[in-house]
């Protein structure tokens, strides 16, 4: 898994996975009574490996909730390892873009320096083909019209409907809606929106907020990921909103990481480390 994948095989890849995403919808409508949640992964290995693992010994459908490369060493190698699952298993995995799977962050936060590293005068091009593949994945599923999965957060002024209206092929981000959506955190402390500590266009929401939001748009719970949590996981606004981190090692910490598990309508919470 740590041996560098030649750049002939990233450029296939790439060109195979973007023929998948261009046929998905930026929001991905999922009916599955089993399924898996992952959050945050950055170029770890070691928690790459053992969710690989996991798909291999089980029969779970898979929600990625973004956040592959950066913070890491082995971005490249994780993109491209779920990128083969994608390939290989295209309705049972699904990828769902996080805020660094564009290039207002991946050029900054280790990215791109690792395929500099490894890939030397070819890198500039993988790079551009990597956030090309990224700008097309989906952004949010929706499971039995009842759970919204995505990587940061409700949008301000927005609903689901203005959600699935995001053109894809925005590589830097930018766009207002999808800025917040990949972006925006929960916070106990408030009750509506705030200016983020993330950035310009980035807001914390709050419990008022979430409830008219999932109100309106009829659903019931929030899985989502972008926080780091030591512990790996926990639980906003009565349990209704879950926030997940599935990197055992992150920038030389060691995390608790966690995955999800929906299964018979209950969402529960499990230890990487012990898969």
């Known amino acids: 898994m740590k041996k560098v994948v030649s750049p002939e095989e990233i450029l296939d890849i790439l060109n195979d996975a973007m023929k998948i995403f261009d046929n998905e919808k930026i929001v991905v409508d999922i009916e599955a009574r089993d399924i898996i949640f992952v959050g945050d992964i950055h ?3 070691n928690s790459a490996t053992k969710i690989f693992r996991l798909i291999e010994s089980t029969k779970s459908k898979f929600i990625f909730l973004g956040d ?13 390892g779920l990128l083969r699952q994608k390939i290989k298993n295209p309705d049972r995995i699904i990828l769902l873009r ?3 799977e564009t290039t207002l962050a991946n050029e900054h936060y280790g990215f791109l320096s690792e395929l500099q590293t490894k890939y030397h005068n070819i890198a500039m091009r993988l790079y551009i083909e990597f ?3 990224f700008s097309q994945m989906p952004i949010a599923a929706i499971v039995n019209s009842e759970i919204l999965a ?6 301000k002024n927005a609903t689901m409907t203005d959600i699935r209206k995001i053109k894809k092929g925005d590589i830097e981000g930018t766009n207002e809606i999808l800025l917040q959506v990949l972006w925006n955190d929960p ?19 709050g419990k008022k907020a979430f409830e008219e939001f999932i109100k309106d748009a009829e659903l019931k719970y929030i899985v989502r990921a972008h926080t780091f949590l ?14 997940i981190f599935s990197s055992i090692n992150y920038v030389g910490r060691k995390v608790q990481a966690k995955i999800a598990k929906l299964k018979n309508k209950e969402i529960k919470v499990f230890d990487i480390a012990k898969i």
């Open 43 to 45: 170029g770890d290995i």
């Open 68 to 80: 592959y490369v950066d913070r890491g060493e082995y971005s490249t190698e994780v993109a491209i």
């Open 98 to 100: 996080g805020n660094h």
């Open 131 to 133: 956030n090309k593949v």
């Open 150 to 155: 995505l990587h940061g957060g409700i949008p």
């Open 187 to 205: 916070d106990e402390t408030i009750d509506h929106f705030e200016q983020s500590y993330r950035g310009p266009g980035i807001y914390l929401y």
């Open 230 to 243: 030591i512990k790996g996981a926990q639980w906003f606004f009565n349990k209704r909103l879950l926030s």
